[in-house]
Protein backbone atom coordinates (compact mmCIF):
# COMPACT_ATOMS: atom_id res chain seq x y z
CA UNK A 1 0.00 0.00 0.00
CA UNK A 2 1.19 3.54 -1.32
CA UNK A 3 2.75 5.45 1.94
CA UNK A 4 0.45 8.68 1.81
CA UNK A 5 -0.80 10.85 4.33
CA UNK A 6 -4.91 11.04 3.72
CA UNK A 7 -7.38 13.03 4.44
CA UNK A 8 -9.96 12.36 6.96
CA UNK A 9 -13.14 12.88 9.00
CA UNK A 10 -13.89 11.50 12.54
CA UNK A 11 -16.56 8.61 11.92
CA UNK A 12 -18.75 10.70 15.30
CA UNK A 13 -18.42 13.91 13.75
CA UNK A 14 -19.47 13.39 10.20
CA UNK A 15 -22.40 11.57 11.35
CA UNK A 16 -22.66 14.09 13.78
CA UNK A 17 -23.46 16.42 10.95
CA UNK A 18 -24.68 13.77 7.92
CA UNK A 19 -26.69 10.60 8.04
CA UNK A 20 -24.58 8.99 6.05
CA UNK A 21 -26.82 5.36 6.02
CA UNK A 22 -29.13 7.42 3.90
CA UNK A 23 -25.40 6.22 1.25
CA UNK A 24 -26.26 8.74 -1.38
CA UNK A 25 -27.53 12.70 -0.50
CA UNK A 26 -27.23 15.47 -3.10
CA UNK A 27 -25.99 18.91 -1.84
CA UNK A 28 -25.23 22.03 -3.64
CA UNK A 29 -22.08 23.12 -4.09
CA UNK A 30 -22.50 25.79 -1.46
CA UNK A 31 -24.11 23.55 1.11
CA UNK A 32 -21.31 21.09 0.59
CA UNK A 33 -18.56 23.88 1.13
CA UNK A 34 -20.56 24.99 4.56
CA UNK A 35 -20.40 21.55 5.37
CA UNK A 36 -16.97 20.45 4.88
CA UNK A 37 -15.70 23.55 6.35
CA UNK A 38 -17.27 22.49 9.80
CA UNK A 39 -14.65 19.83 10.02
CA UNK A 40 -10.75 20.37 10.78
CA UNK A 41 -8.62 19.51 7.93
CA UNK A 42 -6.83 16.41 9.42
CA UNK A 43 -4.38 13.92 7.63
CA UNK A 44 -3.70 10.21 8.72
CA UNK A 45 -1.50 7.66 7.20
CA UNK A 46 -3.47 5.37 4.83
CA UNK A 47 -1.86 2.23 5.89
CA UNK A 48 -3.59 2.80 9.11
CA UNK A 49 -6.23 4.46 8.38
CA UNK A 50 -7.58 1.80 5.87
CA UNK A 51 -8.16 -0.69 9.25
CA UNK A 52 -9.29 2.20 11.41
CA UNK A 53 -12.83 2.01 11.34
CA UNK A 54 -13.12 5.27 13.45
CA UNK A 55 -11.66 7.57 10.21
CA UNK A 56 -13.67 8.15 7.27
CA UNK A 57 -11.30 8.98 4.34
CA UNK A 58 -12.55 11.25 2.04
CA UNK A 59 -12.47 10.32 -1.74
CA UNK A 60 -13.07 12.52 -4.80
CA UNK A 61 -15.41 10.77 -7.28
CA UNK A 62 -15.56 12.34 -10.51
CA UNK A 63 -18.43 10.92 -13.14
CA UNK A 64 -16.59 12.17 -16.53
CA UNK A 65 -18.99 13.42 -19.67
CA UNK A 66 -17.46 14.33 -22.81
CA UNK A 67 -19.59 16.72 -25.30
CA UNK A 68 -22.18 13.87 -26.31
CA UNK A 69 -22.70 13.07 -22.94
CA UNK A 70 -21.40 10.28 -23.11
CA UNK A 71 -19.99 8.66 -19.35
CA UNK A 72 -16.35 7.36 -19.14
CA UNK A 73 -16.35 4.02 -17.61
CA UNK A 74 -13.45 1.48 -17.12
CA UNK A 75 -12.74 -2.03 -15.52
CA UNK A 76 -11.02 -1.59 -12.48
CA UNK A 77 -7.49 -2.49 -12.30
CA UNK A 78 -5.02 -0.29 -9.65
CA UNK A 79 -3.90 -1.02 -6.05
CA UNK A 80 -6.82 -1.71 -4.41
CA UNK A 81 -7.86 -5.48 -4.67
CA UNK A 82 -11.05 -5.12 -3.07
CA UNK A 83 -12.52 -3.71 -6.36
CA UNK A 84 -10.67 -5.38 -8.53
CA UNK A 85 -12.13 -6.18 -11.76
CA UNK A 86 -15.35 -4.42 -11.20
CA UNK A 87 -16.96 -1.85 -13.66
CA UNK A 88 -16.63 1.90 -12.50
CA UNK A 89 -17.25 5.38 -13.59
CA UNK A 90 -15.10 6.49 -10.42
CA UNK A 91 -11.93 8.90 -11.22
CA UNK A 92 -10.16 10.00 -8.40
CA UNK A 93 -8.99 9.04 -5.18
CA UNK A 94 -7.61 9.87 -1.75
CA UNK A 95 -6.43 13.74 -0.96
CA UNK A 96 -3.20 13.99 0.34
CA UNK A 97 -1.37 16.42 2.88
CA UNK A 98 0.23 18.06 -0.33
CA UNK A 99 -3.13 19.24 -1.64
CA UNK A 100 -3.53 21.71 2.35
CA UNK A 101 -5.15 24.77 1.92
CA UNK A 102 -6.68 27.33 4.04
CA UNK A 103 -9.82 24.93 4.87
CA UNK A 104 -11.33 21.27 4.22
CA UNK A 105 -13.27 22.57 1.38
CA UNK A 106 -10.45 24.05 -0.68
CA UNK A 107 -8.14 20.82 0.25
CA UNK A 108 -10.89 18.41 -0.85
CA UNK A 109 -11.28 20.80 -3.97
CA UNK A 110 -7.73 20.85 -4.99
CA UNK A 111 -6.96 17.34 -4.17
CA UNK A 112 -9.61 16.25 -6.83
CA UNK A 113 -8.20 18.50 -9.28
CA UNK A 114 -4.94 16.62 -8.60
CA UNK A 115 -6.39 13.18 -8.53
CA UNK A 116 -8.10 14.03 -12.25
CA UNK A 117 -5.32 15.47 -14.08
CA UNK A 118 -2.82 12.53 -12.78
CA UNK A 119 -5.36 9.97 -13.76
CA UNK A 120 -6.39 11.77 -17.26
CA UNK A 121 -2.96 13.35 -18.41
CA UNK A 122 -3.80 16.36 -21.00
CA UNK A 123 -7.15 16.92 -19.74
CA UNK A 124 -7.87 20.68 -19.85
CA UNK A 125 -10.83 23.43 -20.58
CA UNK A 126 -13.15 21.28 -17.79
CA UNK A 127 -15.98 22.17 -15.60
CA UNK A 128 -16.20 20.44 -11.78
CA UNK A 129 -20.20 20.22 -10.72
CA UNK A 130 -20.10 19.35 -6.94
CA UNK A 131 -23.31 16.51 -6.73
CA UNK A 132 -23.42 15.48 -3.14
CA UNK A 133 -21.62 12.25 -1.25
CA UNK A 134 -22.22 8.99 -1.45
CA UNK A 135 -21.25 6.44 1.48
CA UNK A 136 -22.35 2.81 1.88
CA UNK A 137 -21.41 0.47 5.20
CA UNK A 138 -21.84 -3.02 3.45
CA UNK A 139 -17.86 -3.43 2.91
CA UNK A 140 -14.80 -3.05 4.62
CA UNK A 141 -13.59 -0.63 1.69
CA UNK A 142 -16.98 1.22 2.10
CA UNK A 143 -16.82 1.39 5.80
CA UNK A 144 -13.66 3.70 5.82
CA UNK A 145 -14.49 5.95 2.92
CA UNK A 146 -17.41 8.34 1.94
CA UNK A 147 -17.11 9.83 -1.65
CA UNK A 148 -17.48 13.95 -2.94
CA UNK A 149 -19.04 13.28 -6.16
CA UNK A 150 -18.54 15.00 -8.90
CA UNK A 151 -19.69 15.46 -12.30
CA UNK A 152 -16.55 16.80 -14.66
CA UNK A 153 -17.61 17.83 -18.05
CA UNK A 154 -14.85 18.02 -20.85
CA UNK A 155 -15.04 19.58 -23.98
CA UNK A 156 -12.34 17.12 -26.43
CA UNK A 157 -11.68 13.28 -24.78
CA UNK A 158 -9.53 13.13 -27.66
CA UNK A 159 -6.81 15.24 -26.31
CA UNK A 160 -6.16 13.59 -22.95
CA UNK A 161 -4.69 10.44 -22.00
CA UNK A 162 -5.27 7.65 -19.88
CA UNK A 163 -3.86 6.59 -16.35
CA UNK A 164 -2.66 2.78 -16.30
CA UNK A 165 -5.78 1.99 -14.06
CA UNK A 166 -8.11 3.77 -17.02
CA UNK A 167 -6.33 2.00 -19.53
CA UNK A 168 -9.22 -0.51 -20.18
CA UNK A 169 -11.83 2.28 -20.88
CA UNK A 170 -15.31 2.56 -22.72
CA UNK A 171 -17.72 5.62 -23.80
CA UNK A 172 -20.94 4.56 -22.69
CA UNK A 173 -23.87 7.05 -24.02
CA UNK A 174 -26.38 7.18 -20.58
CA UNK A 175 -29.27 5.81 -22.04
CA UNK A 176 -26.71 2.05 -22.48
CA UNK A 177 -25.83 2.41 -18.48
CA UNK A 178 -27.28 -0.55 -16.44
CA UNK A 179 -26.27 -0.03 -12.60
CA UNK A 180 -26.05 -3.80 -11.69
CA UNK A 181 -22.81 -3.37 -14.19
CA UNK A 182 -20.92 -1.30 -11.81
CA UNK A 183 -19.41 -1.30 -8.32
CA UNK A 184 -21.40 -0.06 -5.56
CA UNK A 185 -19.92 3.18 -5.28
CA UNK A 186 -20.52 3.97 -9.21
CA UNK A 187 -24.53 2.94 -8.67
CA UNK A 188 -24.80 5.14 -5.80
CA UNK A 189 -22.75 7.96 -7.86
CA UNK A 190 -24.97 7.22 -10.88
CA UNK A 191 -28.11 7.64 -9.02
CA UNK A 192 -27.40 10.98 -7.84
CA UNK A 193 -26.05 12.25 -11.34
CA UNK A 194 -29.18 10.71 -13.97
CA UNK A 195 -32.39 11.40 -11.61
CA UNK A 196 -33.94 8.65 -12.42
CA UNK A 197 -37.70 8.60 -11.53
CA UNK A 198 -37.62 7.99 -7.35
CA UNK A 199 -40.73 7.43 -5.28
CA UNK A 200 -41.33 7.20 -1.78
CA UNK A 201 -43.89 5.67 -0.28
CA UNK A 202 -46.21 7.98 2.64
CA UNK A 203 -46.49 5.46 5.62
CA UNK A 204 -47.96 7.80 8.43
CA UNK A 205 -51.23 9.63 9.30
CA UNK A 206 -50.81 13.20 8.00
CA UNK A 207 -49.64 15.15 4.47
CA UNK A 208 -46.26 16.22 4.01
CA UNK A 209 -45.60 19.79 4.42
CA UNK A 210 -44.11 21.84 1.74
CA UNK A 211 -40.82 22.49 2.95
CA UNK A 212 -40.69 18.12 3.74
CA UNK A 213 -41.19 17.57 0.13
CA UNK A 214 -38.48 20.05 -0.87
CA UNK A 215 -35.92 18.57 1.20
CA UNK A 216 -37.10 15.31 -0.59
CA UNK A 217 -36.69 16.31 -3.55
CA UNK A 218 -33.40 18.01 -3.21
CA UNK A 219 -31.66 15.62 -0.62
CA UNK A 220 -32.87 12.75 -1.47
CA UNK A 221 -34.22 12.96 -5.09
CA UNK A 222 -37.33 12.01 -4.84
CA UNK A 223 -39.67 12.37 -8.02
CA UNK A 224 -42.85 11.12 -6.86
CA UNK A 225 -44.48 11.12 -3.50
CA UNK A 226 -47.08 7.93 -2.82
CA UNK A 227 -49.86 8.20 -0.27
CA UNK A 228 -51.51 4.78 0.27
CA UNK A 229 -54.42 3.75 -0.48
CA UNK A 230 -57.78 5.00 1.80
CA UNK A 231 -58.55 1.15 2.97
CA UNK A 232 -54.71 0.82 3.62
CA UNK A 233 -54.06 4.31 5.15
CA UNK A 234 -57.17 3.44 7.73
CA UNK A 235 -55.48 -0.09 8.53
CA UNK A 236 -52.17 1.78 9.11
CA UNK A 237 -53.67 4.64 11.41
CA UNK A 238 -55.52 2.76 13.52
CA UNK A 239 -54.07 0.10 14.98
CA UNK A 240 -55.69 -1.86 17.90
CA UNK A 241 -53.72 -0.92 20.85
CA UNK A 242 -55.00 -3.82 22.37
CA UNK A 243 -53.63 -7.63 22.09
CA UNK A 244 -51.08 -8.94 19.92
CA UNK A 245 -50.11 -7.19 17.10
CA UNK A 246 -52.50 -8.11 13.70
CA UNK A 247 -49.61 -9.26 11.31
CA UNK A 248 -51.90 -10.83 8.96
CA UNK A 249 -53.60 -7.24 8.22
CA UNK A 250 -49.89 -5.44 8.23
CA UNK A 251 -49.20 -8.23 5.53
CA UNK A 252 -51.65 -6.57 2.96
CA UNK A 253 -49.98 -2.95 3.32
CA UNK A 254 -46.75 -4.85 2.34
CA UNK A 255 -48.40 -6.89 -0.56
CA UNK A 256 -49.51 -3.45 -2.12
CA UNK A 257 -45.94 -1.71 -1.35
CA UNK A 258 -44.06 -4.61 -3.20
CA UNK A 259 -46.10 -4.46 -6.02
CA UNK A 260 -45.67 -0.46 -6.41
CA UNK A 261 -41.85 -0.20 -5.72
CA UNK A 262 -38.68 -1.12 -7.29
CA UNK A 263 -35.49 -1.68 -5.26
CA UNK A 264 -33.80 1.63 -4.15
CA UNK A 265 -37.11 3.58 -3.51
CA UNK A 266 -37.78 5.14 -0.03
CA UNK A 267 -40.52 4.40 2.29
CA UNK A 268 -41.34 7.19 4.94
CA UNK A 269 -42.74 5.04 8.30
CA UNK A 270 -43.97 6.56 11.14
CA UNK A 271 -46.73 5.30 13.58
CA UNK A 272 -47.09 2.68 15.59
CA UNK A 273 -43.87 1.39 17.53
CA UNK A 274 -44.50 -2.55 17.16
CA UNK A 275 -45.98 -1.50 13.52
CA UNK A 276 -42.92 0.54 12.74
CA UNK A 277 -40.28 -2.09 13.61
CA UNK A 278 -42.07 -4.77 11.93
CA UNK A 279 -42.35 -2.96 8.77
CA UNK A 280 -38.93 -1.49 8.70
CA UNK A 281 -37.61 -4.68 8.91
CA UNK A 282 -39.57 -6.17 5.81
CA UNK A 283 -39.38 -3.55 3.64
CA UNK A 284 -35.23 -3.31 3.93
CA UNK A 285 -35.86 -7.20 2.93
CA UNK A 286 -37.34 -5.84 -0.09
CA UNK A 287 -34.56 -3.42 -0.79
CA UNK A 288 -36.26 -0.27 0.06
CA UNK A 289 -35.02 2.59 2.26
CA UNK A 290 -36.67 3.25 5.36
CA UNK A 291 -36.55 6.82 6.42
CA UNK A 292 -38.68 8.84 9.10
CA UNK A 293 -38.53 12.63 9.70
CA UNK A 294 -36.43 14.66 11.90
CA UNK A 295 -37.54 17.96 13.49
CA UNK A 296 -35.84 20.84 15.90
CA UNK A 297 -37.94 22.32 18.65
CA UNK A 298 -38.13 25.63 18.73
CA UNK A 299 -39.55 27.97 21.55
CA UNK A 300 -41.26 31.33 20.78
CA UNK A 301 -42.64 33.08 23.43
CA UNK A 302 -45.09 36.39 23.48
CA UNK A 303 -46.02 38.74 26.05
CA UNK A 304 -49.99 40.14 26.48
CA UNK A 305 -51.28 42.04 29.05
CA UNK A 306 -48.06 40.99 31.61
CA UNK A 307 -48.65 37.41 31.01
CA UNK A 308 -45.98 35.43 28.68
CA UNK A 309 -46.91 32.87 27.12
CA UNK A 310 -44.78 30.02 25.43
CA UNK A 311 -45.74 27.96 22.81
CA UNK A 312 -43.27 25.37 21.05
CA UNK A 313 -42.72 24.49 17.55
CA UNK A 314 -41.67 22.08 15.89
CA UNK A 315 -39.70 22.93 12.43
CA UNK A 316 -38.83 20.07 9.79
CA UNK A 317 -35.33 19.05 9.79
CA UNK A 318 -33.93 16.99 7.82
CA UNK A 319 -34.48 12.38 6.95
CA UNK A 320 -32.85 9.78 8.84
CA UNK A 321 -32.55 6.30 7.34
CA UNK A 322 -33.77 3.57 10.10
CA UNK A 323 -30.74 1.19 11.30
CA UNK A 324 -32.04 -1.91 12.71
CA UNK A 325 -28.48 -3.76 12.37
Known amino acids: MIDENVLYIDRDLLESKVDIYLEKIKYTENELEDLFNTFETSFYPRKLAENDRNKKQIISYCIIINENNEILTYTRKGNEKRLHNLMSIGVGGHINDCDMQKDFYTTLYK ?18 IP ?6 ELSSVGHV ?41 SQLALELFLNKPKKIFLLFSHTLTQGQEENAKS ?18 SKINPQGSLNINKLSELLNWISSESKKGDYVLVQGDFGAVVYIVHAIEKMGLIPIYATTKRQSKEMESNGVVEKTQIFKHEGFRRYRIH
Open 111 to 128: GTIRELEEELPGIHDYQI
Open 131 to 136: LGIINE
Open 145 to 185: HTGFVCVVKIKNNNAMAYSEELSKHVWLSQDKIKLEDFEYW
Open 219 to 236: SLGITNFVYIPKDLQKLW
